[in-house]
């Protein structure tokens, strides 16, 4: 399992064919980017802030958790930080498994997982102010 | 020493990001680190607050002990 947090863009294809993975005959890559539009308000910006001590070992957790429930053979996480663009990448999540569908449930586990236990906190530019975007509030 | 951290709305409300607090026999669980570092502007924080002590999710239910780094902030948005 590889988890990185930076500041700079990712190519996600060039990370996914830099982990030869043994086994696998699904891969599955989630890319999350920055809206441009919410409700009414234009986005154009988006500020992301996050616990820098605690955020990669949660992600470390999310991704193990993930690796023995739902049989992956392995995991990249990589998620960006600080002043982001509209439109640029934020987060991308790959999978792999020996079947399409465990690579499927295994990489949404993690996004849902990442939204609502990793600690990250994202402030919106937009035309109507700064707003701080509502996290999810975790099952019990 | 207790060290408190606060993030997001959190910070911008209680206006610094890391406090120390001694240890005290007043400061048994998170709530009661929350109460002494917040007073009255315990009011405005966004709701639910969620609590992490030494960097895993934790409740305003759980104790503290000298020499944990105690975290408050909002629900999260990873992702």
Redesign the interface.
């Known amino acids: 399992m590889i988890v990185r947090l930076q500041t700079e863009d990712f190519d996600p294809e060039h990370e996914a064919q830099a982990l030869g993975v043994k086994g696998a005959g699904a891969r599955v890559s989630f890319v999350?980017t920055v809206r441009d539009m919410a409700a009414d308000r234009t986005i154009t910006a988006l500020d992301i802030?996050h616990?820098p001590?605690?955020t990669k070992?949660?992600i470390m957790r999310i991704g193990a958790a993930a690796l023995a429930r739902c049989a992956l053979l392995d995991v990249l996480i990589i998620?960006r930080h600080g002043h982001l663009a509209a439109g640029d990448r934020?987060?991308l999540?790959v999978t792999w498994a020996a079947h399409r569908k465990t690579a499927f449930r295994g990489c949404e586990e993690i996004?849902d997982a990442?939204?609502?236990?990793?600690?990250?906190?994202?402030?919106e530019i937009t035309d109507q102010g700064d707003i701080?975007?509502?996290?999810?509030?975790?099952a019990p | 020493m207790i060290t408190v951290r606060c993030f997001a709305a959190v910070r911008e409300i209680l206006g610094y990001d890391t406090r120390k607090l001694a240890p005290s026999d007043t400061l048994q669980r998170a709530s009661d680190v929350l109460n002494a570092v917040a007073g009255p502007r315990i009011a405005d924080l966004p709701r639910p607050l969620l609590v992490a002590i030494n960097c895993e999710h934790a409740a305003l239910t759980s104790p503290v002990h000298d020499g944990d780094e105690v975290a408050f902030f909002p629900p999260v948005s990873g992702g």
């Open positions: 999350g802030e616990y001590e605690m070992a949660e998620h934020i987060v999540v996004v990442l939204k609502t236990r990793a600690p990250f906190w994202k402030k701080w975007v509502p996290g999810e509030i975790p």
